[in-house]
Structures are given as C-alpha cells and as structure tokens.
C-alpha cells in the first residue's frame, strides 16, 4: 500500500474538492486492503460514496483527474465505482451505482467523454462482493467508519454476486488462470466453511481442502500471483480442475 499512497491520497483529495459535504467516504477494498497485492497482477480497488446523485459536470472533472491517476497506477490500473450511502446502508441488490471506471472502460471514455457521463450508471452484482470485503478488510482512507456506512450484505445475495463472477471460468480459465482458478477456490471456500478469503487464501484453503490431483494447479497458481509471473497451464488439466469446481460450487450452492 505505501508504494501507491500518494496516488491514494491525491484520489481522495480530488473526491473531497470535487464531490465536498456530499462525499461520505472513500474506501479500499480487494488486495491491497487484503495484504496481498502485487504491482503486475493486481488493480486499485476503491468504493467512493455519496450522500446524494452526482451531476455530469461533477462526473467529467472526476473521470479526467482518475484517467490522470490511472497512469500512475499499476498495470491493471484502478477500479472504482461511485455510490449513494442509502444504498449501503439499507443494501440494495443488484446495487445501483452512480458511476464506474476501471481499464476495460478507458478506451470508451477517451473515445467519447459525453457518452460515457450519460450512460455509466446503473446496477452491479459485483458491488455485493465487495461491500462484504469492506465489511472484512476495508480500509477508510477518508470519512466515516465503515459500519456507519455498510449494512451486512445478506448472505443470499453475497452467493449470487459471487457465482455470477464466476460463470465464465470455463472461457476465461485459459486467458487468465491465476484469477480464475483461485477465485474458484476462495468461492469454494465460502461455501464450505463461509470463509471470506483473498485469492491466495483462497488457495492455500483448497491445497488443504481440494483433491490431490490439483494441488500441483494450485500452488503453480499460487506462486504465479505471489510472484507476478504469467501461468502456462495445460489446458485439459485447467478445464478439468474449473468442471470440478464449478460442479462442487453449484452443488453447495444449491444447498444454501
């Protein structure tokens, strides 16, 4: 975290000049509050709340100093999204945002600004998941206390933000196999043993808990997201390991 707290800080600098008696807070969430961040395989994960909508004048000096800040981020850059404290703290699902950005919407943004202001706003099923990572490991960087601003996400709709991040494991699985196979294992884990884990947790659960024959998959995984180094996996193992935990994690699911 030290490595990028200027960033952080001039981010939330920029929050209280632009969004001022609105802002509620600005909060960290995923690896870096987790303790396991790494510069190449890792984003910067904030959540930013209001107390009221925000305008589009308000969202445009917003986007142009985070395009600013996302060239100093890490590779993966910054992902964020803006929402309004009463849907945090009487949690609605899919939760509406006001707004969003991480490096996947870059391209959209610069191409068309005006565009993305009118039609980034909406509902996210991710937004479950990481309310209940801040409940756990948020870290404040400035504002109110997290428990002042997030209700308990009931549990029912945690699953469903969860399952829905990992629907796509069969395609993904081959692109990107450190995420996807231990996002696999820490939602194994979650519902197993309801254990709110990071990715590397998520995998040293499995290595303790998942057959033998994948733990050879695991720990390569695990060593790859420690180390910043790119996985090569064969690609009937990997498909092999993501049928078997997509089998075990609808099965407990559907136990829930």
Known sequence: MMLYQNLLDTITDKCRQIFGA?????????SMAMGCF?????????????????????????????????????????????VRKEVCIKFNYPTPFELHFSNTHLPWFLANPADYIRKMIGTD????A????????????????VDDVFADVPKGDYIDSILYDVENAGEDVLKNPVYVILNLCRTAAFLTDDLILSKKQGGEWALQNLPEQYHSLISNAIQCYISGNDMCVNSLEARSFVDSLMQRIRALSSCE
């Open 22 to 30: 609105d802002l509620i807070g600005v909060y960290l969430h995923g």
């Open 38 to 82: 790494h510069p190449q395989k890792s984003d910067i994960d904030l959540i930013i709340v209001v107390r009221n909508p925000i305008t589009d004048q308000q969202k445009l000096r917003f986007m142009n100093h985070i395009v600013a800040c996302n060239q100093m981020a890490p590779e993966k850059g910054i992902e964020l999204s803006i």
């Open 125 to 128: 099923k991710d937004l479950a």
């Open 130 to 145: 990481h309310f209940t990572i801040i409940k756990k490991y948020g870290i404040v960087l400035w504002g109110a206390a």
